[in-house]
């Protein structure tokens, strides 16, 4: 076993989730080194034409990551892991928190197609292929930006990718609506933490009606033209923003699960030049945190 790969008790953990069967029903073959090959280029950022010839061709690594990524694959096993750490009550509800990160893109992730290349015996669908590709402009270079859920053990709940330049109070309740954990047992999926925290870019009347409207308990501060806006409305201004800085102090879990993501180069920054398959990139990466014990 190489360094970075899948342990056993890692692979015991996935193995039941993974398809078993690919393209017209033929059975995938050599799943766990594909995927440690996959888990070698997120974690060193090394071109695909580089990857060590262990991992068998490279052409296929590349080919069953963004096959996976486009199909949806890969989120469906985060669900899976996810349930699964649910049930064994890994899951720390108490404060989920939200934040996001930027993250630079290599020059060879600009310049994608406008009309993406069609998956053979697949149709293209906007799902699958999206017009916007995540990436944006700024006096840094280009850029996109990673928006995130994260739980009190500093494990990613949802995620979601966009350009760079793109603010963080609108991508709440996109991201919010993603925080969805099956239970093995039956039943409705569990989508609401106990508490939600959050930085003042969160900070928004939309946003607090979202979470009051969701019975979603929440610390997140108020800015000061916020505040003083408010102030200056009087009575229409509404009350007081309620502020809990003991449970304001635990948002520092979600900024160590971003740091934990981008322990992997491939997702510090960004290479893929499709949207899909950067997202099924984090996804992974996503689902080695929850692997691990």
């Known amino acids: 076993m190489g360094r970075g790969d899948l342990t056993r008790d890692e692979w015991v953990r996935l193995k039941p989730h993974l398809p078993k069967s690919g393209l017209h029903g033929g059975r995938w073959g050599s799943h766990r080194r594909i995927i440690n090959g996959i888990l070698y280029r997120n974690r060193t950022g090394v071109p695909w034409r580089d990857l060590p010839v262990r991992f068998g061709k490279w052409k296929t690594v590349y080919e069953r990551h963004r096959r996976w990524s486009a199909d949806g694959t890969w989120d469906r096993l985060f669900a899976a892991v996810l349930a699964d750490a649910d049930a064994e009550g890994r899951i720390d509800w108490s404060v989920v928190s939200v934040d996001s ?5 290599h020059q060879h992730a600009a310049g994608a197609r406008k ?3 069609r998956l053979p015996g697949k149709r293209r669908t906007p799902r699958q292929h999206r017009s916007d590709e995540g990436i944006g402009r700024s006096r840094g270079g280009l850029t996109c930006k990673i928006h995130l859920a994260g739980e009190g053990g500093r494990r990613p709940l949802a995620l979601l990718i966009t350009p760079g330049q793109w603010g963080d109070a609108p991508q709440l309740i996109p991201v919010m609506e993603r925080v969805r954990v099956a239970r093995l047992d039956g039943g ?3 989508t609401r933490p106990d508490h939600l925290g959050g930085d003042k870019a969160y900070s928004s009347r939309r946003n607090r009606r979202y979470l009051r409207r969701r019975q979603i308990k ?19 201004g509404g009350r007081p923003v309620g502020f809990d800085k003991t449970i304001y102090k635990r948002r520092n879990e979600v900024e160590r699960t971003i740091n934990a993501l981008k322990n992997s180069r491939a997702v510090a920054t960004r290479f893929d030049k499709r949207a899909y ?5 984090v996804t992974l990466a996503s689902i080695r945190l929850w692997l691990k014990p």
């Open 101 to 105: 990160t930027s993250c630079r893109a």
């Open 115 to 117: 009309k993406p290349p």
């Open 218 to 236: 929440h610390t997140i501060p108020e800015p000061k033209n916020q505040r003083a806006n408010r102030h200056r409305r009087g009575s229409k």
């Open 277 to 281: 398959v950067f997202h099924g990139t």
């Open 188 to 190: 409705r999926p569990r």
